[in-house]
């Protein structure tokens, strides 16, 4: 991993991490919005046609899953934290698609997914459950699933498949 992609990495997960828990605490708190530019959050939840309580299971979601993807090892955790502040965010997309918002309305959400996606793209090999292939052809980091290990060392020590 270049020293860019890691700078990359840590910035969009910083970013990202600091996003879900400023929101997840705003909700877990129901923060009014001051300001034209601010969300109401209880009164945005119901307009979108969701219950008011719906913003403590959002803001908890938000706030573990930056912690997830902060904490270091538990790559099998850090998957499904992506992947739930991927549908998090993705609802939070079409839930406004839904009700006729505004397209800038979608704005925050889509800037927290690209974030998501440059993150778990680039997150480094002791991060994932799989081993990468480097450019070398040799398998990088450890990976934490034993399976993928030993598939990669016997695949490691087949012969080379002869043309017929």
Do not use: C
């Not at 006729?100 to 998501?116: G, K, S, V």
Request: net charge positive.
């Amino acid at each position: 991993m270049s020293k860019l992609q890691k700078v990359i990495y840590w910035s969009s997960t910083i970013v990202l991490a600091s996003g879900l828990v400023g929101s997840g605490s705003q909700q877990l708190l129901r923060v009014e919005g001051v300001g034209a530019s601010a969300p109401p959050y209880a009164w945005g939840i119901e307009q979108l046609g969701y219950p008011v309580y719906l913003l403590t299971i959002l803001g908890t979601w938000k706030i573990l899953g930056a912690v997830a993807i902060l904490i270091p090892r538990f790559p099998v955790l850090k998957e499904w934290a992506y992947a739930g502040i991927f549908f998090l965010l993705t609802g939070a997309v079409f839930s406004h698609v839904a009700a006729a918002n505004a397209w800038y309305e979608n704005l925050p959400a889509l800037f927290l997914l690209m974030l998501t996606i440059a993150s778990w793209y680039l997150r480094p090999a002791g991060r994932t459950l799989v081993r990468r292939q480097g450019t070398t052809g040799q398998a990088e980091g450890t990976g934490a699933d034993p399976a993928a290990r030993v598939q990669a060392s016997q695949a490691a020590d087949l012969p080379p498949v002869q043309q017929g």
